[in-house]
């Protein structure tokens, strides 16, 4: 949930010059890194057709550039919590709260990622797990409390946003995949506690995904609605059962959507009514959060990294159909620089933003990296890393889609 204080790649056939790095081989420097069973430098496991990442740089100065900024990041945002051995991630003043879980679920899944890079990542998962189960959500306990204050009290209804959730549980998947769970926290377990709550809690019988446990009363006018950038189908792959459910759905919205409410963009809006019917339509202004809540605005802005991980890890043809569409749309927009994009738009193109922001330059990066038919996607993936790479800290929630966007394109995301 995004309420704002005011809201190595495998390349095969696809005609790229970009390197290539091997299924599940080490990166150039992988012989030094240390920790779990996929350290930072681990490469591999993308999707093999039709994937790129940036081709100005080698490997080694991607990844090198990733952890340098990983350092900042973590200086930055990662904070103790209000009782010993927890942390948390501070999100002030980008969020009106100290601490939101959208933001804790991020960090769970770079300090998981970052293993290997930094030594003391699963000593600070472990904070961050601790403080998660100490702050659970009122109406389903295997969630999270949306938000806190600084003093770690929760605060504005203690139930759970969709999104800090579903990070929150792939995470912990990842951290047992990373680490193992016989250790002082059972990641297996209790991955396997919230992804139960979250199939039961977060997500509509229809299949359709909820904006929070809060909104799984009938009577409650969220309860049809949905928000696409929660649209983690590669997270709910991994959950199975109902997940694979939840997968099917979310691809006919984002078909419908595209087709009947932005066929000349793509673009997804920020949250949508009538998600568990036949025709799903943008919300209105102020359905939820505020007046761009029917626009491409900052929830909207992940859709091309949420969604375009499904093609990079997964191969899933819906994804690639998906983002494809978004891409060449901004590319065409903005002439191909990057620093044109702007903090907004309709969902037929028209610009509401007007400054340039690491939230909606860095999600496409991602997207970038899933080449069109014709293969021309490089020199504009080159440009945005280059301009992502040089900006400088700002504020949580831009710079920590900067971070995990850059652990995608440097080829280190990878799944449990």
Not at 325 to 348: F, M
Request: glycine content about 10%; proline content about 6%; charged content about 15%.
């Amino acid at each position: 949930m995004w309420k704002l204080a005011c809201a190595a790649l495998l390349v095969s056939g696809c005609g790229s010059s970009s390197p290539v790095i091997g299924d599940d081989a080490p990166g150039p420097d992988a012989g030094s890194n240390t920790g779990g069973a996929h350290p930072f430098g681990t490469h591999g496991g993308y999707t093999q057709t039709g994937v790129i990442f940036p081709s100005t740089h080698s490997p080694a100065d991607l990844d090198a550039a990733t952890v340098a900024y990983y350092t900042t990041w973590k200086a930055t945002y990662l904070v103790p919590g209000c009782a010993p051995g927890q942390l948390r991630v501070k999100t002030a003043p980008a969020t009106d709260d100290f601490t939101v879980s959208e933001g804790h679920g991020y960090g769970m899944l770079i300090t998981a990622i970052m293993d290997g890079a930094d030594p003391a990542a699963q000593t600070e998962f472990d904070g961050l797990y601790a403080y998660y189960d100490a702050h659970r959500s009122d109406h389903d306990s295997g969630l999270m409390a949306w938000a806190q204050n600084e003093a770690c009290a929760n605060v504005q209804g203690a139930d759970s946003a969709t999104d800090g959730d579903m990070d929150i549980a792939y995470a912990l998947d990842l951290a047992d995949r990373q680490w193992g769970s016989t250790g002082t926290v059972d990641y297996a377990s209790a991955g396997a506690r919230i992804t139960a709550s979250i199939l039961a809690s977060d997500v509509h019988p229809a299949s359709s995904i909820l904006v929070g446990d809060w909104a799984d009363d009938p009577t409650d006018t969220h309860y049809t609605g949905t928000r696409p950038s929660d649209f983690m189908t590669s997270h709910f792959r991994r959950f199975g059962g109902k997940g694979a459910d939840v997968v099917e759905h979310t691809y006919a919205l984002v078909a419908y959507l595209q087709q009947h409410s932005a066929p000349t963009t793509g673009l997804l809006p920020d949250f949508v009514i009538d998600a568990t019917g036949a025709t799903p339509k943008p919300a209105p202004a102020n359905w939820l959060e505020g007046a761009d809540d029917g626009h491409y605005s900052y929830n909207a802005c992940r859709v091309p990294w949420r969604i375009g991980t499904d093609y990079l890890m997964a191969g899933e043809p819906r994804a690639q159909t998906a983002v494809r569409s978004i891409n060449a749309w901004i590319r065409g927009e903005t002439h191909d620089d990057p620093s044109k994009i702007v903090d907004g738009y309709t969902l037929t193109g028209a610009k509401i933003g007007t400054s340039a922001e690491l939230s909606f330059t860095a999600p496409l990066m991602v997207g970038a990296m899933i080449e069109p038919a014709s293969g021309t996607n490089q020199a504009w993936l080159d440009a945005l890393w280059d301009q992502i790479d040089a900006a400088p800290i700002g504020e949580y929630y831009g710079d920590s889609l900067k971070m995990l966007a850059m652990i995608t394109a440097s080829g280190n995301w990878f799944v449990p």
